[in-house]
Structures are given as structure tokens and as C-alpha cells.
């Protein structure tokens, strides 16, 4: 990506491509109800981010409880939630930057910034989850947690890769824009 610049075609969307696929893996572990699993028969119990729901394996149905009437439910979805607007408003600013025909390094920069608080405030949620549920809400049997939550660890890790790109990004700005004499590793006598 360096050595073409960023006015290479293919090159040019890569970090606010990579953003999207962020966002949507978010909006994945959001709305997904498999964030924690545990069978133990007759009892099957499955937890989103916002509800725990069991059912009896002679039941239809599962009886489903809210996890809002839990402080640490209420504060795991809402720092999760609030990582998560951070990430759309910085695939926002990307697109943004990136459009601008002379890009705005600094600008840049503070999109990395901004990823660096989404990752905390995921970090935070996706502690608060696991160890409260557990703690509070007794579930029989083995405690497997599932896909969504794989997602929302999955958002949390791009969030915090693609903040190191956008930090460093502006040191190769000289590169990026061409106006560096290429430098060869061999150079004949």
C-alpha cells in the first residue's frame, strides 16, 4: 500500500473497507442471541448481549429474562453499544478522509485515535459480560460461548489493529504522496 501510494486505485479503500466489515460484524454480535450457550438436559439456555432465555427440553418455548434489570447488564450493553457508535462514526470520517482528493494526515491520525476509545469501551463490555453473567445468573452445566460473542471479539480486535494503521499511517506520508526519491537496495558501480 506504501509503495503505490494512496492514489492507487486498489489500495485507496482498503483501511475504510476493512472499517465496514468491522461495523457489520458488530452489528452481527449485536443483534445475535448466541453470546453464551449451556446445555444440560432437560435445560437448554441460550444469552444475547441483552436477554437470557432458557428452555425445558419438553417445552416449545424459551421463557426469556431481561438482562436490563442487571446493573452490570445494563453497563456491559451500553459501553459494548457505545464502542460500536464510535466505530460507525469513525467508518464515517474514513470514508470521508479517504474521498478528499489531498488527504489530511492529522485528520487520519485522529481517526486511529478514535479507534483506540472504541476498542476500550468494547474491552470493557466484553469483561463485564462474561465474568457478571457467570457470577449472577446460575446456568447448569458447561458455559460455552458462542458466535455472536466470537463476533464482538472479532470487532474489538479490528477496531484495535485498524488504530494502529490509521496512527501510523501519517508517519509515510512522504512516500504515500511521491515525494521521496525511490531508494534501491543495490546499486551498481
Do not use: H
Amino acid at each position: 500500500m506504501v509503495k503505490y501510494g494512496l492514489d492507487y486505485t486498489r489500495c485507496r479503500w482498503i483501511l475504510p473497507l476493512l472499517l465496514g466489515i468491522a461495523v457489520i460484524f458488530g452489528l452481527i454480535a449485536l443483534a445475535g442471541r448466541g453470546w453464551l450457550e449451556s446445555e444440560t438436559l432437560p435445560y437448554l439456555n441460550r444469552a444475547s448481549l441483552w436477554e437470557s432465555c432458557t428452555k425445558i427440553d419438553t417445552d416449545p418455548e424459551f421463557t426469556c429474562t431481561s438482562l436490563m434489570e442487571y446493573a452490570w447488564g445494563r453497563a456491559a450493553a451500553a459501553t459494548f453499544l457505545l464502542g460500536y457508535i464510535i466505530l460507525v462514526i469513525c467508518f464515517a470520517l474514513a470514508i470521508i478522509a479517504f474521498a478528499i482528493s489531498t488527504l489530511r494526515f492529522n485528520f487520519i491520525r485522529g481517526i486511529g485515535g478514535l479507534l483506540f476509545v472504541a476498542a476500550v469501551f468494547s474491552i470493557i463490555g466484553l469483561v463485564i459480560y462474561p465474568v457478571k453473567f457467570t457470577q449472577e445468573i446460575f446456568l447448569e452445566g458447561v458455559n460455552m460461548f458462542s458466535w455472536a460473542y466470537g463476533f464482538a471479539w472479532t470487532t474489538t480486535i479490528m477496531e484495535i489493529g485498524l488504530g494502529f494503521f490509521f496512527c501510523c499511517l501519517p508517519n509515510y506520508e512522504d512516500e504515500i504522496l511521491g515525494n521521496v526519491k525511490t531508494s534501491y537496495l543495490y546499486s551498481s558501480p
